[in-house]
């Protein structure tokens, strides 16, 4: 058994940031990628950002310049900077994990309004 548990998310207001993380725990020998998605109100979850065991970074274009990803195999963690919130970041994030198949968090919520 794998667990993603994520923390971190809230209310921030425009142009503010957030930290949110993710540590995998259960049977894990290796976590191959690790990565947020997020999924809007009325939209369809997408790939905000995704990091190999090697720290290859991929973002969606809508976050690069403002978010960061960052891992630390050690404790199978991974972590997503994020600042200069704004309105169209509001979601609930999900925090993935390729550990010989997909994983996925239970989501947490993150709220950009003044």
């Known amino acids: 058994q794998v667990q993603l548990v994520e923390s971190g998310g809230g209310l921030v207001q425009p142009g503010g940031s957030l930290i949110l993380s993710c540590a995998a725990s259960g049977n894990i020998f290796e976590i191959n990628d690790m990565g947020w998605f997020r999924q809007a109100p009325g939209k369809e979850r997408e790939l905000v950002a995704i990091i190999s065991r090697g720290d290859n970074r991929n973002y969606a274009d809508s976050v690069k310049g403002r978010f960061t990803i960052t891992r630390d195999n050690a404790v199978n963690t991974v972590w997503l900077q994020m600042n200069s919130l704004s309105p169209e970041d509001t979601a609930v994030y999900y925090c993935?994990?390729?550990?010989?198949?997909?994983?996925w968090g239970q989501g947490t919520r993150v709220t950009v309004s003044s």
């Open positions: 993935y994990a390729d550990i010989k198949s997909k994983h």
